[in-house]
């Protein structure tokens, strides 16, 4: 793979982080500098990582990872999704600015943990897997950064209805890597 084709790639694998920093945005409500780049730092980081996990220890645990990484998407991304919604209907005004190491490191996880499949075929392909992972990290932390402002400009002129769009949107995110991956194509 040339450099052309890991920048489509690492665009292609920053859509789920782009999605789910859309809701964290509207989560954030008015992220200052320091909280876009908490939550670029750690999406960036584990989309990036993911994949080189997977170019290792491909051997290993492709098959095992294979079979139940989408549940695991499906299931943390719908639960945060519905947190969300529930916290839309619990307190519309109140902006949920917690960043906590473990909140964080779920969510991205989950909307990375498809990407190690991607590092398994890297594995199999001819990869310079350094120049794919700092690739995928650049693209998904500025794609990341995007994402949670423009989800916080959304969220503050529509908040209730801002968070509930975005628990929605983890939801469809979680069903939408279940399906992908269960062969059940949405249009």
């Known amino acids: 793979m040339n450099g052309y084709e890991l920048v489509i790639l690492a665009l292609a ?94 969510l991205s996880i989950a909307v990375s943990i498809d990407a190690f499949t991607v590092g398994i075929t890297y594995s199999f392909l001819d990869v310079d897997i350094i120049l794919a992972t700092i690739i995928t990290y650049v693209v998904t932390f500025i794609t990341t950064m995007l994402g949670v402002k423009i989800g916080s400009t959304v969220g503050q002129m529509f908040h209730e209805k801002a968070l509930i769009l975005g628990g929605l949107m983890l939801i469809a995110l979680g069903i939408k890597i279940l399906f992908e991956h269960l062969g059940i194509f949405i249009l």
């Open 13 to 106: 694998l920053s859509m789920d982080s782009f999605s789910a920093a859309i809701s964290k945005g509207i989560e954030l409500c008015r992220p200052n500098l320091k909280k876009l780049l908490i939550v670029s730092l750690y999406f960036a980081f584990f989309q990036a990582l993911m994949p080189l996990l997977g170019f290792f220890l491909a051997n290993i645990l492709e098959h095992f990872l294979y079979q139940i990484d989408h549940w695991i998407s499906f299931f943390v991304l719908g639960y945060l999704g519905y947190n969300m919604i529930k916290e839309a209907k619990e307190d519309a005004i109140k902006c949920n600015e917690a960043l906590g190491i473990k909140d964080m490191v779920i």
